[in-house]
């Protein structure tokens, strides 16, 4: 949930200096940059870029990684802790109205029956209703000072 969340915000929490480009190795659960190992202390978050089986945010020292060689980048994140409490509240939003069949997933209110039936944005116009994952909706206000442009 996490990686959907920084790639809504356009925020990635990570500062230039600690990005780590090239020949990527993952070996045990040790990540390498060029064969030199990258120090990420326990509990941080770091984004897997170009991964052909790890794409994404993960938690050193929580989350398995399977081994594998690639070209791409590590970027090492510092992430604020009401942001990892928010992603649990989204987390458990997604749980709770997230379902294919959620009208909180849905942009419309609709009604049929007989032959006849209707659609109708619920709030705005569609393009609106359809701009951004359902749970923004319910948590952007919260998140919005980290939002990038």
Not at 17 to 22: F, L
Not at 63 to 89: C, H, K, N, S, Y
Request: net charge negative.
């Amino acid at each position: 949930m996490l990686t959907e969340i920084c790639n809504y915000l356009k925020n990635w929490f990570s500062r230039k200096d600690e990005r780590h480009y090239g020949n990527i190795r993952i070996s045990a659960g040790v990540l390498f940059c060029e064969d030199t190992m990258i120090e990420i202390a326990d509990g941080q978050y770091f984004r897997i870029i170009g991964s052909i089986l790890s794409d994404g945010v993960y938690k050193y020292g929580t989350d398995e990684l399977a081994d594998e060689e690639f070209d791409g980048a590590i970027w090492l994140m510092r992430v604020p802790t009401d942001v990892i409490a928010i992603t649990g509240e989204i987390s458990e939003w997604m749980e709770k109205y997230g379902g294919v069949d959620s009208t909180a997933n849905s942009p419309y209110n609709s009604e049929s029956f007989g032959g006849y039936s209707y659609s109708k944005s619920s709030g705005g116009n569609a393009e609106s209703a359809l701009s951004g994952p359902a749970w923004a909706s319910a948590f952007g206000s919260r998140l919005a000072r980290y939002k990038k442009i």
